[in-house]
């Protein structure tokens, strides 16, 4: 609390070291991207608006980011990378 009163961050060291182990992140910055606006349960469709694209395009970008991250699908993707820090 004193360090942050101070107006300096603190980090707690078993999230830095979490966050350190996991290494860099797989995910391209379109990836991530779309991932995050997943995160809330947003349809495709949503997705897309927000994010410009089309939704061929959204649903590529949550492929690839599921298979670089050995999900099974956009959910699991979301949650690992969250676990990672990647988004």
Same mark, same amino acid.
Request: charged share 25%.
């Given at each position: ?12 060291? =078993? ?17 991530? !991207?779309?991932? !995050? ?8 469709? =949503? ?6 694209? #089309? ?7 949550? #492929? #690839?980011?599921? #298979? ?14 969250? !676990?990672?820090?990647?988004?």
């Amino acid at each position: 609390i004193r360090t942050v009163h101070a107006g300096n961050r603190y980090v707690d060291p =078993e999230l830095a070291a979490d966050a350190i182990a996991a290494g860099d992140s797989p995910l391209t910055v379109r990836e991530a !991207e779309v991932l !995050e606006l997943a995160a809330g349960g947003a349809p495709v469709a =949503e997705i897309a608006e927000r994010a410009a694209l #089309s939704q061929g395009t959204v649903r590529n970008y949550l #492929s #690839s980011a599921a #298979s670089k991250l050995g999900a099974e699908n956009r959910h699991a993707a979301v949650r690992l990378a969250r !676990e990672r820090g990647w988004v």
